[in-house]
Every structure is written in structure tokens, then in C-alpha cells.
């Protein structure tokens, strides 16, 4: 019953998007809201069910009846949904009804196609989770790069959201080009495009074009993922788009770039690969140690408050990616748990600066020193957002982090544990600080930089006296989403089974190709957490110290002057974020030069 | 022999060029233009790993049984390739458009806002 659903989460918001592009202006502004928000309750409803199918083995819907006979080979296009696909497909339908939900007060005309925008990004997105074929997943990666691109570009009144949206799809573009030419290579080598049947022909065979194949679509995929050298994009765009749609891209977009990583080495490279599993888990753990420092001391040095959940989401992209880079079961569990509770986290907080938009039309931390005075409700969220991204109990980010320490202790990475607290300290502090100025008015107004000038015309037009609930509603249920998931019954047991399935290359192409069930049963034990929660209760301690001592600064004295310097950033490292398409892509070819050159040196 | 390389190296070297005018690019105009050009390499590649030498269209209404034919699957590769891209040009042009008008220049150089 759950397989012949699979294809729904994509076809009804693909057939209400084209409906509501049409009609939009004929049934008006109100009933395209509706009509959204209920194709996205049904959306998050369906992919719950097909979540729930799943517990037990992947399940595989084959397009017109295309599955491979007996000893044959697989032809068809299949969507194969394991419980990695199915969750991740659940985060995006809770985030676009958030958004939705969040945008009732705002875009009062429907001339922009916001509404159907929306359905097909959350469309393709579903689409990209679910799919089981290399091609398919490179049409979804385009659709959702597409939509992406229109929305985040949506305010063409300002020049700020179009440099933007221009850094974003030109980056981006480029990236899809080299997954084309991977997937081409892979098809010359193997003559499929089903991964199952790509990872069965390729056997353990790793020569220089498998490499080749392998390098084009991982920086493709990482460039969507805004891991450095590939990132200089994630902010332009996260800082002028739309506060609904920014929920989007850095709660799910950005984390589904890794995914695609994971899912492509674990269904096709991982056993040509297999010899050289340890180097490839030094380069992509070098990497995204690289892309956490860099994120998180960005992330400090930022004043424009979306630019800095901006950078925030590239150093936790970081995090993520040390869960995919290790390569093993228990660092993927721990990589799924943190994707969803840092969506649902950081998509809270990207609300929370909606409202603060909303409230006061100003969007740097310096203009709006001590404006949010009496807003106590927005500033809790704000608060324990910034304690979700310490990883803090009873935040579900402290499940990801553990198991994926946990997994870094076991293949002797144990520095990997000092990243996590690097990150989660200056992306924590830097939220704190922006609350304890904005909604106490503490301390010194922040020093200003130039993207934190930018004006921001303000995405609503009525009264601003008070936050509407529709705004206040979503933001709140997001964060405390985040709680919710760590005392869901089961969810450490579920991600572990369902990583070990994940990453069983063999077992996934026999579910695939013969229909075989192997079912295998890891008892997951009761994980002691005591170690991780030590470790992230300091890191929020020592966010709280590092937030007060800056806003405090001058009364504090000459002991806290590195709050300053680490609040004016480094100038070298804000040069290269330079706002020029041409630069970004020429970091681009530098750091697909130099990932390349490692695989040379260590694969060949 | 070394012949049926040739079509890779093109691809290589279409690819390359691409990136070089995208990286230098004055004007957003010949940036979008450069990222087109850049596409054409993943056209050149793909039909070089679909082609057979000798092989004719591969539709097989009115060819005998056992007639070499070029691969048709990589042609609708190219074919959803070319699609996808094509909308992603119009929007990167209509993005050039726009902020000509609100910013009156095409200059990636003068358009920068958003830095640091």
C-alpha cells in the first residue's frame, strides 16, 4: 500500500503548483495560501506514512513497471526509499508548511509565484530524497536548484537579492555541470544509471576514470552543501532571500548536497573505494574541519542577522560532513539526527529574524540595538535556538554529535571531538550575542560592517506593532521540534538500523535488483551519553561567557579585548567572500584542483 | 586510434575555457554566455560516449535486426540536459535585466552589495 504512495509527495505538489501559476490571480491571494499550505499538510502526512513503510526494508516503486526480470538488468527509473530518504523528505515537508505557514502576513500580492515556488521546491527536494537513479537525481538536484534560484531571488525591487540569487545560480550551475559530466563518465564505464546496477557493474574496480567520476560529482554535490572552498554562495543567498524560504535552504537544501554525497559512495563507490576508505575519510574530514572553523569564525564576525545564520549553516554544513566523511554506520546515524534537529533548529531561528524584520524593517545587529525590548517570547526562541546550536541536552543535536564523536573516538580522530565544540561555541555565542543586544539592549551597540548596511525592505506591509501569530507560531513549533525529536521513542535505535542499511552496499542492490529482504538485526545498546553531555554543557557554558564578555566588553576591560578582534573578523578572510561570481568560481576550480590532487597523491 | 579521443579532449577543453570566462567576465551578459559555452562541453562529452562508429539512428521501426546503432539513452540525457539548462539561462539572463535596471550597470565588479 505504502510503495504505490511513494510517487505523491512529487506529483500533487508539482500538479498544484502548475494549477496555482495559472489561477493564482483568479482565486486571489488567500485560497493560493490555502490551497499551499494544505498541499503541504498532505505532503507532510504522505511522506510520514512512507516514513513509517520503511522501518523495516526500503521500499522500491519502478516507474511504469520497469523492474529488472529475473537475472536481468535494471532498465527502468526507480525511486528507492529507505528510512534515511523518507525522514529527510519528512524535514522538508514540516519546513516548507512552516514557511508557508509563516508567509500568510507577508507578500500580499501574488504576482511573484511565491506559493507555487514553494510546492516545487518541495517537490523536487522529495524527489531527490527518494530517488534510486543517477540521472533522476541530477533532473531533482537541477528542478530544486531552479525553484531555489527564483525564490531567492524573489524581491526584484532591491539590487541586493539579484547579486545574490546571480552568486547562487552561477555557483551552482557550474557544479551541476560537473555532476553531468561524472554521471556521463560513470554511464561510458557502466552503461547504467540505476545506482544499484552502477554499484554492481563497477564490483571493485577503481581505475582513473572511476576517480574522475567520483571527484566531478562529490565537489558538484559538496558545492550545494556550501563546503569551502565551494561556500561563498550559501551566504549571498541566505541573507536576501525571503525568510520563509531561507527556512528551506539552510534547515534542508544544503544538508541534502551531503546526502547525495552519502548516498552516491555508499550505493556506488563504496566498494571500488574500499581499500581506500582511510584517506578518503582524511580528505573529507579535512575538509569539513576547514569548512567548521571557517563557517564558525565567519559566523562571529557577522552583524547582518541572516548573514550570520548564513555562516552559522556553512560551519554545521561542516559538522554534517564529518559525519558522512568517516565512512562508517554510526557516524551516518549520527549525521541524520543532526540534519534534522539542526533543521528544524536553524529553521526557527531564520523565522525569528523574519519577525525581527517584520517588527522593525532593519535587519543589522547594530541598528537594532536594544530595539526587541518586551518581545520575551521571540527572545526565548532566539535563546534556545542558540542552545540547540551548542548541542545541548535536551536538544536532539546532542544525539548527532554523540554518535558521531563516538565514531571519530573509534577510528582514533579524536581532535574531530574539539571541532564540534569549536563550532557549536562561536556559532552558539554569536546567536547569544545578537539576542542579549537586540532583545536586552545590553552593553555597546555592535560595530557595524558593510553587509549589515544593506537596507532591507521589509516583506510586510501592514501594522508592525505586534507579531502575528502566524509568525510566532511556526518559529516556536520549529525549535521546540528540536526537543521533541531527542524523546521520540526509538529515534537512536531507528537511526542506527537504518544506517547500517544505508551503508550495506550489497544489501541495498539486492532490494533493488532481486527484490531480496536482508533483513539485519543490529541490537543497538542504550548509548551512555554522559560523556557528549559534558562536553556540550561546557560548550554552551563557555557560548554563554563568550556572548556576555562581548557585549560587555567595555566593562569587562582589557581581558576581553580578543571579543573584539573576534567580532571584527579577519580582514583576509572577508576579502575572499567578495560578492564576485567570477571569484567564486575561480575558488571553485582551485578547490576541485586541489581535492583532485589528493586523490591523485593518495588513491591512485 | 588516438582519434576517438579526440571528442574527450574537445570536451575538456570547452569545459576549461568556460570556466577561464566565467572567472574574468566584465560583464554579467558574457559571464551567462560563458556558462552556456561551459554547458556545451557536458553536449560534446556526452555524445562521444553515445556514438559508435558505423552505427546509424537508433530507431528501430525500419533497420533489420542487428544493425549497430548509436546509443539513444545519452541523447535524452543531452535532451533533459539541454531543457533544464535553458531555463536556468532565462533566469540568469532575467536576473542580468533586472539588475540593470535597478542598478544600471552589468558590471559583476560594481555589483557587489553583499560582501565580507
Known amino acids: 500500500m505504502t510503495t504505490a504512495l511513494i510517487p505523491l509527495p512529487i506529483a500533487i505538489p508539482l500538479i498544484v503548483a502548475a494549477f496555482l501559476a495559472f489561477a493564482g490571480k483568479g482565486i486571489g491571494r488567500r485560497a493560493c495560501d490555502l490551497l499551499a499550505i494544505a498541499t503541504a499538510a498532505a505532503n507532510l502526512w504522505m511522506t510520514a506514512i512512507i516514513l513509517h513503510g520503511t522501518w523495516s526494508q526500503p521500499q522500491v516503486y519502478w516507474f511504469g513497471n520497469w523492474w529488472p526480470r529475473s537475472g536481468g538488468v535494471a532498465l527502468g527509473i526507480s525511486f528507492v526509499v529507505d528510512t534515511f530518504g523518507a525522514a529527510l523528505a519528512l524535514l522538508v515537508a514540516v519546513l516548507t508548511l512552516a514557511g508557508l505557514i509563516f508567509s500568510w502576513k507577508i507578500f500580499e500580492d501574488t504576482e511573484n509565484h511565491f506559493q507555487p515556488l514553494m510546492l516545487i521546491f518541495m517537490a523536487a527536494m522529495c524527489g531527490f530524497s527518494y530517488t534510486g537513479d543517477l540521472f533522476n537525481l541530477f533532473v531533482f538536484f537541477e528542478l530544486m536548484s531552479v525553484s531555489a534560484f527564483a525564490l ?3 524581491k526584484t525591487l532591491e539590487p541586493a537579492p539579484l547579486q545574490g540569487a546571480f552568486n547562487f545560480a552561477i555557483v551552482n550551475t557550474v557544479g551541476a555541470f560537473m555532476i553531468v559530466m561524472g554521471i556521463g563518465m560513470l554511464y561510458a564505464r557502466t552503461g547504467a544509471l540505476n545506482f544499484a546496477q552502477v554499484g554492481r557493474s563497477l564490483g571493485t574496480h577503481a581505475d582513473a576514470l572511476v576517480l574522475l567520476a567520483f571527484l566531478l560529482i562529490v565537489v558538484g554535490y559538496l558545492a550545494k552543501a556550501a563546503i569551502v572552498p565551494f561556500h561563498f554562495w550559501l551566504a549571498d543567498a541566505h541573507a536576501v532571500a525571503p525568510s520563509p524560504v531561507c527556512v528551506l535552504f539552510s534547515g534542508v537544501m544544503v544538508e541534502l548536497g551531503i546526502y547525495a554525497v552519502a548516498r552516491i559512495y555508499w550505493t556506488i563507490f563504496a566498494g571500488s573505494l574500499a ?10 574530514t579535512i575538509m569539513a574541519s576547514i569548512t567548521a572553523v571557517v563557517g564558525a569564525v565567519m559566523c562571529y564576525a557577522e552583524h547582518h542577522l541572516k548573514r550570520l545564520l548564513a555562516f552559522s549553516t556553512i560551519a554545521h554544513s561542516g559538522l554534517m560532513l564529518v559525519g558522512v566523511g568517516l565512512l562508517s554506520p554510526g557516524a551516518l546515524a549520527g549525521f541524520v539526527l543532526y540534519v534534522l534537529s539542526h533543521g528544524v533548529i536553524k529553521g526557527g531561528l531564520f523565522l525569528c529574524a523574519g519577525i525581527v524584520l517584520h517588527r522593525f524593517q532593519k535587519i543589522g545587529e547594530d541598528h537594532l540595538h536594544g530595539c526587541g525590548r518586551g518581545m520575551w517570547y521571540t527572545a526565548a526562541l532566539f535563546i534556545l535556538g542558540a542552545w540547540g546550536l551548542a548541542g545541548a541536552p535536551p536538544f536532539a543535536t546532542l544525539l548527532g554529535e554523540h554518535f558521531v564523536s563516538h565514531s571519530a573516538e573509534a577510528v582514533h580522530l579524536h581532535w574531530l571531538v574539539y571541532i564540534f565544540i569549536f563550532a557549536e561555541v562561536l556559532t552558539s555565542a554569536a546567536v547569544l550575542r545578537m539576542a542579549f543586544r537586540i532583545f536586552f539592549g545590553w552593553g555597546q551597540p555592535a560595530p557595524s560592517d558593510k553587509s549589515s548596511q544593506i537596507e532591507e525592505k521589509p516583506e510586510t506591509e501592514q501594522s508592525h506593532e505586534r507579531t502575528p501569530a502566524a509568525m510566532f507560531l511556526p518559529a516556536a513549533a520549529l525549535i521546540l521540534l528540536g526537543i521533541v525529536l531527542t524523546f521520540l521513542p526509538q529515534i537512536q535505535s531507528r537511526a542506527i538500523d537504518s544506517a547500517h542499511g544505508f551503508a550495506n552496499q550489497n544489501a541495498y542492490a539486492q532490494s533493488v535488483l532481486e527484490n531480496v529482504q536482508i533483513t539485519s538485526a543490529h541490537n543497538a545498546e542504550t548509548e551512555n551519553l554522559s560523556s557528549s553531555i559534558v562536553h556540550s554543557v561546557i560548550a ?9 564578555s562581548t557585549v560587555f566588553r567595555d566593562k569587562l576591560g582589557r581581558a576581553v579585548n580578543f571579543t573584539r578582534s573576534l567580532e571584527l573578523g579577519s580582514s583576509w578572510l572577508r576579502r575572499a567572500h567578495s560578492g564576485h561570481p567570477g ?22 | 586510434m588516438m582519434l576517438a579521443y579526440l571528442p574527450y579532449a574537445v570536451a575538456a577543453w570547452v569545459f576549461l575555457w568556460g570556466l577561464y570566462g566565467i572567472v574574468t567576465s566584465k560583464n554579467l551578459v558574457h559571464q551567462v554566455v560563458c556558462v552556456a559555452i561551459l554547458q556545451t562541453s557536458t553536449y560534446v562529452l556526452l555524445l562521444a560516449i553515445g556514438y559508435k562508429v558505423g552505427g546509424t539512428a537508433p530507431v528501430f521501426a525500419d533497420i533489420p535486426v542487428g544493425t549497430s546503432v548509436v546509443d539513444p539513452l545519452v541523447q535524452a540525457l543531452m535532451l533533459t540536459d539541454i531543457v533544464v539548462e535553458a531555463a536556468v539561462m532565462a533566469l540568469l539572463l532575467s536576473m542580468v535585466v533586472k539588475a540593470n535596471e535597478l542598478a544600471g550597470t552589468v558590471d559583476p565588479e560594481e555589483l557587489r552589495f553583499l560582501m565580507g
Open chain 1, 152 to 154: 531567492c531571488g524573489l
Open chain 1, 275 to 284: 581499500g581506500h576508505a582511510h584517506e578518503l575519510r582524511m580528505i573529507f
Open chain 1, 540 to 548: 554552551l557554558l563557555l557560548a554563554v561567557l563568550l556572548a556576555l
Open chain 1, 583 to 604: 571569484d567564486y568560481v575561480a575558488w571553485m576550480s582551485f578547490g576541485t584542483a586541489i581535492v583532485g590532487l589528493a586523490f591523485l597523491w593518495w588513491l591512485h
